[in-house]
T-cell receptor, first 114, second 114 residues
Framework: AQSVTQLGSHVSVSEGALVLLRCNYSSSVPPYLFWYVQYPNQGLQLLLKYTTGATLVKGINGFEAEFKKSETSFHLTKPSAHMSDAAEYFCAVTGGNSGYALNFGKGTSLLVTP | ETGVTQSPTHLIKTRGQQVTLRCSSQSGHNTVSWYQQALGQGPQFIFQYYREEENGRGNFPPRFSGLQFPNYSSELNVNALELDDSALYLC?????????????FGPGTRLLVL
């Protein structure tokens, strides 16, 4: 079955520092991968997704992620953190046994300090 | 363009009661998926509706049921509520049910079962 593992339930960075949120996937077929962000008391918003083609995917708010098949990873990065980036981030996968249902990781809470 | 809306925003029920949650999909979307997000966890897929038919189901018991209407809005019904049903319930709509389709989430309904 398709699954994702997010390494680090909490990540803290200083404002202006690099953001790196880790996601590894397990899949028997080519995966479709997504990153969503959830602000407090809100639903989920899509940051970016990988389907096929270019392995470096650019998303909203300056985020990007690179699909690395050899490492089964889809890590999310942003060069310079803003205070407004503080939120919960979820990696998700579809395809294979999961079909079209999003199979989410447990999430990573990003804290940005001044 | 109106996004995905859900009602009510919050709900308190007692064990054994029944509850109905509602979702209006984004304009032009014919597919609605429901997810349960327990505190501190990633969302879990409940089921999906495509053009008024259930199109897939996650690992949830039959007391979780749903409907989709001709205008593609949807309801989630939960019978015989249990304490563990306390969670944020998220509705997501999409243009179709393909594995590559982006699912757009509503703000959720927070259910507390006492």
């Amino acid at each position: 079955a398709q699954s994702v593992t997010q390494l680090g339930s909490h990540v803290s960075v200083s404002e202006g520092a690099l953001v790196l949120l880790r996601c590894n996937y397990s899949s028997s077929v080519p995966p479709y991968l997504f990153w969503y962000v959830q602000y407090p008391n809100q639903g989920l918003q899509l940051l970016l997704k990988y389907t096929t083609g270019a392995t470096l995917v650019k998303g909203i708010n300056g985020f990007e992620a690179e699909f690395k098949k050899s490492e089964t990873s889809f890590h999310l990065t942003k060069p310079s953190a803003h205070m407004s980036d503080a939120a919960e981030y979820f990696c998700a996968v579809t395809g294979g046994n999961s079909g079209y249902a999003l199979n989410f990781g447990k999430g990573t809470s990003l804290l940005v300090t001044p | 363009e109106t996004g995905v809306t859900q009602s009510p925003t919050h709900l308190i029920k007692t064990r054994g009661q029944q509850v109905t949650l509602r979702c209006s999909s984004q304009s032009g979307h014919n597919t609605v998926s429901w997810y349960q997000q327990a505190l501190g966890q990633g969302p879990q897929f409940i089921f999906q509706y495509y053009r008024e038919e259930e199109n897939g189901r996650g690992n949830f018991p039959p007391r979780f049921s749903g409907l989709q209407f001709p205008n593609y809005s949807s309801e989630l019904n939960v019978n015989a509520l249990e304490l563990d049903d306390s969670a944020l319930y998220l509705c997501a709509s999409s243009l179709g049910y393909g594995v590559q389709e982006t699912q757009y989430f509503g703000p959720g309904t927070r259910l507390l079962v006492l």
